[in-house]
């Protein structure tokens, strides 16, 4: 079964960001066009907002929501990503701890079961460095809760991949901040990755608006790995970060373990449609051994270029060129 999934479900991410656009702050811009009324208790909330006809600005709303990707926002189609805290102190683990709210301000506590879980939560830098993908726990009183380490400061993306029961798959987005000083990582286009003795190549080509078919394939010591793992219940997962906003999405592979006719690698064939030309960060999460392991990645649409970093000077500081600023430089 070929699967094209677009910007959400469990599945469905990519942003490199300029430095003045690394600053902690919650995007927002909804994403599906429909989604069931959101209530305290998922299906339970059914009735809320169902008893008038849509206004104008209902509709032109909708059309919004269809239109944006993924991830920008932290509330949309009546469901909100509520954070106990949005500070994080770099290197220290923590228990990153959150709330799904429905359109009554009310906690959801029932949510499908979605590639084996009822929750996934990405965390992510927002120059795409510290890639994770997590798994939260829910208590009984709807809040989720994870351990967490950021390595290093920085203002994070964390992503809520959801499916409430009797609604829509969402994924929601909210900035989290590391104090302290980084250095921004910059990516030129790469198509091979190199994790943990193993190596993995992508083939294909992502198209704006258009289903892409992408293969990744895994080798360690120079020979194909042909017993992969199944992880979640797939051979692999892969997240795409479209850079400058990280515009989340999440594809599937096409088959999965056990069907008759997937093999368990060297490759994993994946089918993606990307919302708009530009570039993108890709990861992919496989197991093998018992481990589970994350490659990277960064494609270009075509005719789209990654935009190159200033050089920096001796002391760390980008150089914008500037040979005279009027500042007094001998």
């Known amino acids: 079964m070929k699967t094209a999934t677009r910007l959400s479900a469990y599945g469905v991410a990519v ?19 429909t989604a069931a009324p959101a209530g305290g208790n998922g299906a339970e909330g059914a009735g809320h907002g169902d008893t008038h006809s849509g206004t104008v600005a209902e509709t032109q709303q909708a059309g919004a929501e269809a239109d944006l990707p993924a991830g920008l926002a932290s509330s949309r189609g009546g ?16 228990t990153f701890s959150f709330q799904i709210t429905g359109a009554d301000g009310k906690p ?7 590639h084996e879980k009822r929750m996934h939560l990405i965390v992510v830098r927002r120059d795409t460095a510290g890639f994770q ?4 726990k829910m208590a009984t009183d709807g809040t989720w809760s994870v351990p967490l380490t950021l390595a290093q400061a920085g203002s994070y993306r964390a992503f809520a991949d959801f499916a409430p029961t009797g609604g829509e798959a969402t994924t929601l987005g909210v900035d989290l901040a590391a104090p302290g000083p980084f250095q921004p ?14 190596e993995v190549r992508l083939d294909g080509d992502l198209a704006p608006g258009k289903t892409a078919e992408v293969t990744l394939t895994v080798s360690k010591d120079g020979k194909p790995v042909t017993d992969l793992q199944p992880y979640l219940g797939a051979y692999g997962h892969l997240v ?7 515009a989340y999405l999440h594809v599937h592979p096409d088959g999965e373990p056990g069907d008759g006719k997937t093999e368990p690698g060297p490759s994993i064939t994946f089918f993606a449609e990307v919302p708009s030309a530009g570039a993108y960060r890709l990861f992919l999460d496989f197991q093998h051994g018992g481990k589970v392991r994350t490659a990277e990645f960064t494609l270009t649409t075509a005719g789209h270029t990654l935009p190159v970093a200033p050089p920096e000077d001796s002391a760390g500081n980008a150089d914008e060129g500037h040979a005279d600023d009027g500042h007094g430089h001998n």
Do not use: Q
């Open 15 to 33: 942003a490199l960001v300029a430095a003045g656009a690394w600053a902690l702050g919650t995007a927002v811009g909804p994403f599906e066009s």
């Open 133 to 136: 993908h997590i798994h939260p």
């Open 108 to 114: 959801v506590t029932r949510f499908d079961v979605a």
């Open 185 to 198: 990582k910059d990516y030129t286009p790469s198509r091979v990755a190199a994790v943990d003795g193993y």
């Open 79 to 94: 469901y909100t990503l509520t954070p106990t805290s949005t500070t994080v102190t770099p290197g220290t683990p923590t």
């Open 240 to 246: 795409a970060l479209r850079v400058g906003d990280l």
